[in-house]
T-cell receptor, first 116, second 115 residues
């Protein structure tokens, strides 16, 4: 395993539900990332946190709300999603994202989200 | 614009034969290049990276990649394919500036190794 865990692994939700995805890294890294992986599309970077501050938000709709309470945990809060938001959501971590450290990102197994 | 291209959606190869998965890039400055592999229902696993130095980089599971600056390529190779190598392979380039540090991924190439 990579040292990055994600829960739940599968999630089915209705469009009016509120749910959260959780990511935890056990690698001592200080940068964390959320990606969306849809069929037939390139991997899309959604959010980047470095040293617990959000440093990137790639025009993601407000129905996705990230939270990074500390360097080991990252959440993605979901609210009033659309069916087109169904995808695999991947979390990753690395060391010193913006501080010139190593550059290898390590990924969790992902959460398969289905929005009905 | 900074980008990565994987021109083949799928590569088929017989077990025991050499394999190549192609990647070309377009970045300003010196590129940091990566290969990741994704097995079904799993996240991406790091295979190898090129930062500087020797153009031939060796990685996990017997894979290697050759950085070619003149052709702006970073093809993934393995001398003898295994059925267990069948997976989705992603090439990525690091994009770094004063206010951003992220990976740009290609669209992925599905490798199918037949017995």
């Amino acid at each position: 395993e990579t040292g990055v865990t994600q829960t739940p692994r599968h999630l089915v939700m209705g469009m009016t539900n509120k749910k959260s995805l959780k990511c935890e890294q056990h690698l001592g890294h200080n940068a964390m990332y959320w990606y969306k992986q849809s069929a037939k599309k390139p991997l899309e970077l959604m959010f980047v946190y470095s040293l617990e501050e959000r440093v990137e938000n790639n025009s993601v709709p407000s129905r996705f709300s990230p939270e990074c309470p500390n360097s080991s945990h990252l959440f993605l809060h979901l609210h009033t999603l659309q069916p087109e938001d169904s995808a695999l959501y991947l979390c990753a971590s690395s060391q010193d994202g913006l501080a010139g450290g190593t550059d290898t990102q390590y990924f969790g197994p992902g959460t398969r989200l289905t929005v009905l | 614009a900074q980008s990565v291209a994987q021109p083949e959606d799928q590569v088929n190869v017989a077990e025991g034969n050499p394999l190549t998965v192609k990647c070309t890039y377009s970045v300003s400055g010196n590129p940091y290049l990566f290969w990741y592999v994704q097995y079904p229902n799993r996240g991406l696993q790091f295979l190898l990276k090129y930062i500087t130095g020797d153009n031939l980089v060796k990685g996990s599971y017997g894979f290697e990649a050759e950085f070619n600056k003149s052709q702006t390529s970073f093809h993934l190779k393995k001398p003898s394919a295994l059925v267990s190598d069948s997976a989705l392979y992603f090439c990525a380039v690091r994009l770094r500036s004063y206010n951003t540090d992220k990976l740009i991924f290609g669209t992925g190439t599905r490798l199918q190794v037949f017995p």
